[in-house]
């Protein structure tokens, strides 16, 4: 079967996988479009295609999607989820701003299980084939605004965005009585964006959980359960993980001490960041400076 990004009939403006290295682009692909009027005939594809609309004006679009063809009015922030193996056409009428994300059956299953505790099936994604859900969508124009930012701590932030999304959808699909999905109910996109821009800013002080949790609106502990749920670390740790990768992209300053780097990246000492560093990295940050020269 065919990929979706095979019959694109223009070029992206933003690809998560030219930009963000694999273990963040693994969960899934990003990309953005504003294309012009075009037409896609209908093929089968072997990913799950989720398009979410941010065009603001409501506009025309045809859609056929297993032998069913519909004409129709596109809404701001409507979403569309097309399963892998359904053969799916567009024609649009106007020029597109559309977020597309493609998943990875086999391993978007793998994500549910291990990741959410559950089975979702692809019968599960054909239920329930167009929807509106604020949060998703602003789980998704999350991803793409870190992308469009780039650069410090890009794959850390990325990643932990992207499970926010993938949570968002699972819960939309997925069984009722998984702990993530009810986390994830009460830890809106918006939210895990203000903590993010609160470790961004800050990283390099003295933060401790009540202060992420404030910033969330939570309690101390009710935050940490559910920040644990759906991103996967606990809070200090994701703040640890995004201390060394900023650490690592100052380190390509080779005339900056590294007892510098280590204190301006929120670690005691340099033995402090050389232990975190090494464990993150596999080596030490002098040995990781050594190699970035060669």
Request: net charge negative.
């Amino acid at each position: 079967m065919k990929t979706y990004q095979d019959t694109y009939p223009s070029e992206p403006l933003l690809r998560a996988s030219d930009l963000v290295r694999p273990k963040a682009a693994a969960l899934l692909n990003l990309e953005f479009f504003e294309a012009e009027p075009a037409y896609m005939a209908p093929n089968i594809y072997d990913q799950h295609h989720i398009l979410v609309n941010l065009k603001p004006a409501p506009h025309r679009v045809e859609h056929w999607r297993d032998g069913e063809y519909r004409d129709f009015t596109l809404m701001p922030n409507e979403i569309i989820v097309t399963p892998a193996g359904v053969k799916s056409g567009w024609r649009w009428h106007e020029t597109s701003k559309v977020i597309v994300v493609t998943l990875n059956p086999e391993r978007l299953e793998a994500f549910a299980k291990s990741e959410v505790g559950i089975l979702l099936t692809e019968q599960q994604l054909q239920d329930l084939p167009q929807f509106e859900d604020a949060d998703i969508v602003t789980a998704a124009t999350m991803l793409l605004n870190a992308l469009k930012l780039g650069g410090t701590g890009s794959d850390v932030m990325f990643e932990s965005l992207a499970r926010v999304f993938l949570i968002k959808l699972i819960q939309k699909y997925g069984d009722e009585r998984s702990d993530a999905a009810e986390f994830s109910r009460a830890y809106t996109a918006d939210q895990h964006r203000r903590v993010l821009d609160l470790l961004a800013d800050r990283f390099g002080e003295d933060i401790g959980v009540e202060e992420m949790a404030n910033e969330a609106g939570l309690s101390s502990s009710h935050f940490s359960r559910m920040f644990k749920a759906v991103i996967g670390d606990a809070p200090y740790q994701f703040l640890t993980r995004y201390r060394a990768e900023r650490a690592a992209e100052m380190l390509t300053d080779l005339a900056r001490p590294v007892i510098d780097i280590a204190l301006a990246c929120g670690f005691s000492d340099q033995p402090h960041l050389t232990r975190v560093f090494k464990q993150i990295h596999g080596e030490t940050p002098r040995r990781w400076r050594l190699a970035q020269q060669g």
